[in-house]
């Protein structure tokens, strides 16, 4: 794929994963992980930015190096999680998408605190 290619998908994840920071269920952390991905085949200046982010550069590096998510992002993570949930049961969405909600929402879950700690 071209170095191109690869930067605008990089800024693409960037630019999602901040609308992530307000939006619940737009996981900005792996959208900034996707980025430092993209971004190593396409930019070195965009990929050095990205690492040295004083708030995304250490996440990406916990998860680079260990495959590791710190425990404080495991707890907001549950929780906005929950709360996501919680507006769902109280606008009184469908059982059938609950069920889907609950499902997929269980899994990332499990995904998160299956992680070692950073």
């Known amino acids: 794929m071209a170095r191109w290619l690869w930067a605008v998908f990089?800024?693409?994840c960037v630019g999602t994963g901040i609308v992530g920071i307000v939006l619940?269920?737009?996981p900005t952390v792996p959208l900034?992980?996707?980025a430092a991905f993209c971004f190593a085949r396409s930019s070195d200046r965009l990929?050095?930015?990205l690492l040295s982010h004083r708030t995304f550069g250490p996440y990406i590096a916990d998860w680079r190096s260990h495959g590791s998510i710190r425990p404080?992002?495991?707890r907001l993570a549950t929780v906005s999680i929950l709360?996501?949930?919680g507006v769902s049961l109280a606008l009184g969405v469908r059982a059938l998408v609950l069920g889907f909600q609950a499902a997929v929402l269980g899994a990332v879950l499990i995904?998160?605190?299956t992680r070692?700690?950073?």
Do not use: E
Request: glycine letters at 4%; hydrophobic letters at 65%.
């Open 10 to 12: 990089g800024i693409l």
């Open 24 to 26: 619940p269920l737009v």
């Open 32 to 34: 900034m992980i996707l």
């Open 47 to 49: 990929h050095d930015w």
């Open 72 to 74: 404080t992002a495991k």
């Open 83 to 85: 709360l996501v949930f």
């Open 111 to 113: 995904f998160i605190w």
């Open 116 to 118: 070692p700690n950073a």
